[in-house]
T-cell receptor, first 116, second 117 residues
Framework: DAGVTQSPTHLIKTRGQQVTLRCSPK?????VSWYQQALGQGPQFIFQYYEEEERQRGNFPDRFSGHQFPNYSSELNVNALLLGDSALYLC???????????????FGPGTRLTVL | AQTVTQSQPEMSVQEAETVTLSCTYD???????LFWYKQPPSRQMILVIRQEAYKQQNATENRFSVNFQKAAKSFSLKISDSQLGDTAMYFC??????????????FGQGTILTVHP
C-alpha cells in the first residue's frame, strides 16, 4: 500500500516564475492538506481540499492556489514566486469520516522549493 | 486562533537515557487533540503520539509518553530508553476537534533532538 507521494522532490525556480507541486494521497484517502515548512520552522497550514473544493484555508495570499482531481490527487500552484516562498512543501492526506471525530493525517516526504 | 510554543530549540541525550521535550499551547477551545510528530532528516513527518483533551489519562506508546496538563495548557513528551533512531526534529501540534476544524494542524517551532551513542 503506497503512502502519500509527492513530486518533484526538489525544484529550483527564479523570482516571478510559477510552480506546480503534486500530491497523491494514501490509498483510500479523499482529503488533501498542504503545509509550508520554512527552514528550521514548523509547518504552516496553507489549505485543504475535499470533494474537489477548497474546504479551509490558512493565512496565505491568493498567489497560492490548488486543485483536487476526481482521483483525489492534488496540485499546489504558486504564482509570482518570491524569495520567501523557498520552503519544504508538505502534503498530508486523510479520510473524511463524519462518524468519528478524529481522522489521522499521513504526510508525504515533501517537495523542497528553492527560489533564486 | 491557537498557538503552540516549543521553548527548547535543541536537546541532546545519551543513548538509553530519558529525555523530556516541552510544549505549551494557547486555545479557547475545550475539545481538541494534541500530537507529537517526529521528522527525521529524511523529512517524512511521522505521528508519535496523540492525546485527546477530554481524556485525563496520559497517552503512552511504547517508549513514548506524555504529561498532559490541561489547566496549565502544557503537553510534554517523555522518551525513555533513547535510541539513535530517535534523532529527529520533534513537533508539538494542536488540532481543534469537530466543527469546521477539518483536521487543520497548528504546529510549534520544533525541537531538534540528538541522541548520542
Amino acid at each position: 500500500d503506497a503512502g502519500v507521494t509527492q513530486s518533484p522532490t526538489h525544484l529550483i525556480k527564479t523570482r516571478g516564475q510559477q510552480v506546480t507541486l503534486r500530491c497523491s494521497p494514501k490509498s483510500g484517502h479523499d482529503t488533501v492538506s498542504w503545509y509550508q515548512q520554512a527552514l528550521g520552522q514548523g509547518p504552516q497550514f496553507i489549505f485543504q481540499y475535499y470533494e474537489e473544493e477548497e474546504r479551509q484555508r490558512g493565512n496565505f495570499p491568493d498567489r497560492f492556489s490548488g486543485h483536487q482531481f476526481p482521483n483525489y490527487s492534488s496540485e499546489l500552484n504558486v504564482n509570482a514566486l518570491l524569495l520567501g516562498d523557498s520552503a519544504l512543501y508538505l502534503c498530508a492526506s486523510s479520510l473524511t469520516n463524519r462518524q468519528v471525530t478524529y481522522n489521522e493525517q499521513f504526510f508525504g516526504p515533501g517537495t523542497r522549493l528553492t527560489v533564486l | 486562533a491557537q498557538t503552540v510554543t516549543q521553548s527548547q530549540p535543541e536537546m541532546s541525550v545519551q543513548e538509553a537515557e530519558t529525555v523530556t521535550l516541552s510544549c505549551t499551547y494557547d486555545t479557547s477551545e475545550n475539545n481538541y487533540y494534541l500530537f507529537w510528530y517526529k521528522q527525521p532528516p529524511s523529512r517524512q513527518m511521522i505521528l508519535v503520539i496523540r492525546q485527546e483533551a477530554y481524556k485525563q489519562q496520559n497517552a503512552t506508546e511504547n517508549r513514548f509518553s506524555v504529561n498532559f496538563q490541561k489547566a496549565a495548557k502544557s503537553f510534554s513528551l517523555k522518551i525513555s530508553d533513547s535510541q539513535l533512531g530517535d534523532t529527529a526534529m520533534y513537533f508539538c501540534a494542536f488540532m481543534k476537534q469537530g466543527g469546521t476544524s477539518y483536521g487543520k494542524l497548528t504546529f510549534g517551532q520544533g525541537t531538534i533532538l540528538t541522541v548520542h551513542p
